[in-house]
């Protein structure tokens, strides 16, 4: 099959590499029980998942970037790298990479979009995506499309970094983080135009609460078009829906965080 590119021209249609190929098991949202503990999901078409090189282990060897690819498991794009002894690694494509480009991964590198150093070689004020939070697990966060980080400032052992949220946090100086912005934004303001697109997705329909009866959900009953009748709304187990805080009181982590994101204007 030969290389075809789509009408915006940034990714290249070609079968993906098979050596970075996996097949997981749809469980439509169940558990190791069979129980389902994800409501609404499950059917799909067919997805292979692409095995991305998170933690970077080939440093200081530059790759060319073969081609720009579609991730059915993602928002971002993703890039296929090809380096020097010929081995082929699949890494989050930053906005406005292109098939030819060369990025590299190391200790002291050039401050060039897609290449990835350890966040206190980076300076104060670029942005930044696929940050690990302890050091060699990996990238763990800003990994969504569109989505970055920007490097504050540098204090003893850490950094200080203001995530998408708008939160400041402090991650050790040590760990790997690649520069720029992940690719795709305009991933935001794509259309999804009918049920069918959803349910290849292996989105289910879902049910308004008010459109059920009393006895199913807490906002059920009443005739025709009434309010939920409650100050809050709730879950279908009784429990509150908005506003609720979910994050652990005593988390480690909490002694990291700087700054907590500004609650949104209603």
Known sequence: MGKKKNKKRILIKNNPEK???LTLKNRAGRNN????????????????????DFDQKKKDIPAKVVSLEYDPYRTAHIMLLEYEDKDRRYRLA???????????????VAVKKGNRTRIKNIPVGTTVYDIELIEGQGGKIVRSA?????????????????????????????????????????????????AGSSRRKGIRPAVRGS??????????GGEGRTSIGLKHPKTPWGKPALGV?????????????????QKKSK
Request: hydrophobic share 30%.
């Open 94 to 108: 930053p906005e406005g990479i292109k098939a030819g480009d060369e990025v590299v991964c190391g200790d002291k």
């Open 245 to 261: 805080k979910t994050r652990k009181r005593k988390k480690w982590t909490n002694k990291l965080i700087v700054q907590r994101r």
């Open 33 to 52: 029980q069979g129980r389902i503990t994800v409501r609404h999901q499950g059917g799909g078409v067919k997805k292979r998942y692409r095995i991305i």
């Open 146 to 194: 569109g989505s970055s980080a920007k490097v504050l400032a540098h204090e003893d052992k850490y950094a200080n970094i203001q995530m998408p949220s708008g939160e400041i946090r402090k991650v050790p100086s040590g760990v790997f983080a690649s520069i720029g912005e992940v690719s795709h934004s305009d991933w935001r303001y794509t259309i999804i135009g009918k």
């Open 211 to 220: 459109a059920m009866n009393p006895v199913d959900h807490p906002h059920g």
């Open 19 to 21: 050596r970075l190929l």
